[in-house]
């Protein structure tokens, strides 16, 4: 089977396409033959680095979409031939590839491949709201990087939530519209103003009640001037380079909280409540209320391109991933 191997660490170029050995399903796992796949930042972060201990080489990919091939000796729900959306135990971008079975989620027919392709960010965007910042609808929230993966769907996910009023951030003025249609009421392009001052001018100097922040850096810090007495702040992401320096004094004084979220950390320590999580957004797709924003198709070989184009800071929504033969011709 083809898939990519990074052999070191770097630019997009270390991406390469090239005949993989087919994987063995382990005890308590599943073999998928892959529909489609698609990138995630934190693909980019572990191809140019050490990112959660992934040495060279390796298949880089957190998730997809794919048939059971084989399932292993301890594996007990699922069967050939069903599909599923699945985390990757090793990596994604390939013809074929491995899951456990607890991080498996089998899809109802209403959901079509490319809307479950998404299920990383949906899982992602629901968890921050839902178990991290315990938001509720009548609340006001922010959300960075509004154009994103895990923006976009954090947006749909309030709005279909019944979100009284949601801001979001973008880097640049051609996606203000896009968050707009995925359900933000106020857009601000951080990268052109401070978004801090405007965010507090729309709420009356009240502030927001959550910021979902995954960019980290010196957004975070400025976030926590735009966070409401009794706020919260989700941090569960470093796009921007940097983590951030924050100092305690604003944080007590007004009861706010910074809250650290990791979906890797779910599927580690509470994985049964990922399911949960999946179950729920599956429904929110299949009942056409919220999906996966796809902003651009590559075919495996290309992925060099993908991580470019994500990298380049124009991508809107998801950069999908089809096996060469399985490319969608137009
Ligand atoms: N903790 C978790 O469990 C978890 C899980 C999934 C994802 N994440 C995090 O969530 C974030 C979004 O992931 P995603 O896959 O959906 O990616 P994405 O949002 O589609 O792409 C990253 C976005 O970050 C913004 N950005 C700001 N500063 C940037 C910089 N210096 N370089 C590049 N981009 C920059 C860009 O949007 P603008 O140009 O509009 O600013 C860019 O489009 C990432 O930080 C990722 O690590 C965390």
Redesign the pocket.
Known sequence: MNGILIHQHGAPEELRYQTLTPPEPGPDEVVLQTLVTS???????MRRSLYRGRKPPFTPG?DGVGVVLSTGAQVTQLQPGQRVAAYATGGSYAEQYRAKEVVCYPLPDEVSNEDATGI??MI?AY??LHWAARWTPTETLLV??????????AIQIARALGAKTIFA????DD?VSKCQLFGADHVFN??AEEFAPAVMEATQGRGVDVILD???GS?LEQGLQALATFGRLVT??????KPASISSQPLHRENRAVI???????RKHRPHLLQETAKTVLSLMAEDKIHTQI?ARFPLSQASEAHRW??????????LLYPDALFPSS
């Open positions: 990138v995630n930042f934190a693909d980019i972060k957190f990383g960010v992602t968890n921050a960075h990087a509004g154009a994103g993966g895990v923006g976009s769907s951030t973008v880097g640049s996606k951080y990268q995954t960019i980290g957004i569960f992401g470093h796009s921007g380079g650290g979220y990791s979906s890797g950390g779910y902003g994500v990298e380049s800071r124009q991508s809107v929504g998801k950069a």
